[in-house]
Nanobody, 123 residues
Framework: QVQLVESGGGLVEAGGSLRLSCAAS????????MGWFRQAPGKEREFVAT????????YYTDSVKGRFTISRDNAQNTVALQMNSLQPEDTAVYYC????????????????WGQGTQVTVSL
């Protein structure tokens, strides 16, 4: 089992940057693929990015490609999401999630979730 705690959200102007971090408990962090998802008010939770267990493979939703970067540090049990060139449409609660073995882009394939961190991008 793993527990996840996100941090780093906040209010930023359009064009700005934020770095989200997710700290995981447990000694088997490297056995989990990690993902970032987001949920805007009135919308379903959507995939943002995912990273494989060793960090060698990453996937992004099209709307964040070239702006967001997912990374992980297995020694520190953390996964990060660097978000640049933020736009108002990026406003949402951002969640990190973990699943055993391979990456996935579907939320219901992830077993463990953090509590979320709010990102608000103003004009």
């Amino acid at each position: 089992q793993v527990q996840l705690v996100e941090s780093g959200g906040g209010l930023v102007e359009a064009g700005g940057s934020l770095r989200l971090s997710c700290a995981a408990s447990g000694r088997t962090f490297s056995s989990y693929a990690m993902g970032w998802f987001r949920q805007a008010p009135g919308k379903e939770r959507e995939f943002v990015a995912t990273i494989s267990r060793n960090g060698g493979t990453t996937y992004y939703t099209d709307s964040v490609k070239g702006r967001f970067t997912i990374s992980r540090d297995n020694a520190q049990n953390t996964v990060a999401l660097q978000m640049n060139s933020l736009q108002p449409e990026d406003t949402a609660v951002y969640y990190c999630a973990a699943r055993n073995l391979v990456t996935a882009t579907t939320p219901n394939l992830y077993k463990y979730w953090g509590q979320g961190t709010q990102v608000t991008v103003s004009l």
